[in-house]
T-cell receptor
Framework: AQKITQTQPGMFVQEKEAVTLDCTYDTSDPSYGLFWYKQPSSGEMIFLIYQGSYDQQNATEGRYSLNFQKARKSANLVISASQLGDSAMYFCAMSSGSARQLTFGSGTQLTVLP | GAGVSQSPRYKVTKRGQDVALRCDPISGHVSLYWYRQALGQGPEFLTYFNYEAQQDKSGLPNDRFSAERPEGSISTLTIQRTEQRDSAMYRC???????????????FGPGTRLTVL
């Protein structure tokens, strides 16, 4: 069975600072994908970044990077130079094996302080 | 290009009524997924299609829930004899391929907020 754990219900960060949102996963499949989505208060789900289990390097997309530690089964999201618009709920998700549906964590509510 | 669209955006219904929720995926996207999201939680998988074939419906809570995608494009999620516990945000997502060796990002629609009174 697949499981995603996000242990930080809420996080605060000062504007312009970096922040790390934690995510650990559990799967027995060697092939899997890890995703981060942002959900602002408007309710949309915005794809941020993807990491494949066989990727050798950590994924990066602009100010977002994924700190992938396979042995520890962790896929933390790092947001650099936080902006007020980064305030939102962040979900870590995984698809593994032949199952293509996403399994989501419970989310982390990030608040960026001015 | 246009993203995933869903209609209606809001639906209020009385207990016992049937509802049909529609999803129009990104043009050309092969796979379509339905999720349900309770307030303050992550989405939970309901069912998905590759083209018109329903591949997995293991997440449907009970037989009051059904889904179809008859022409491999638009999909409808139907809930019969709605109950108050069915109240939630219902989200649709699509991906461009269904390859067994890929894990593609899913693009989500805005969701339908269902309230059962």
């Amino acid at each position: 069975a697949q499981k995603i754990t996000q242990t930080q219900p809420g996080m605060f960060v000062q504007e312009k600072e970096a922040v790390t949102l934690d995510c650990t996963y559990d799967t027995s499949d060697p092939s899997y994908g890890l995703f981060w989505y942002k959900q602002p208060s408007s309710g949309e789900m915005i794809f941020l970044i993807y990491q494949g289990s066989y990727d050798q390097q950590n994924a990066t997309e602009g100010r977002y990077s994924l700190n992938f530690q396979k042995a520890r089964k962790s896929a933390n999201l790092v947001i650099s130079a936080s902006q007020l618009g980064d305030s939102a709920m962040y979900f870590c998700a995984m698809s593994s094996g032949s199952a293509r549906q996403l399994t989501f964590g419970s989310g982390t509510q990030l608040t960026v302080l001015p | 290009g246009a993203g995933v669209s869903q209609s209606p955006r809001y639906k209020v219904t009385k207990r016992g009524q049937d509802v049909a929720l529609r999803c129009d995926p990104i043009s050309g996207h092969v796979s379509l997924y339905w999720y349900r999201q309770a307030l303050g939680q992550g989405p939970e998988f309901l069912t998905y299609f590759n083209y018109e074939a329903q591949q997995d419906k293991s997440g449907l809570p009970n037989d009051r829930f059904s889904a179809e995608r008859p022409e491999g494009s638009i999909s409808t999620l139907t809930i019969q004899r709605t109950e108050q516990r069915d109240s939630a945000m219902y989200r649709c997502a699509s991906t461009r391929t269904s390859g067994s060796n890929t894990h593609n990002e899913q693009f989500f629609g805005p969701g339908t907020r269902l309230t059962v009174l």
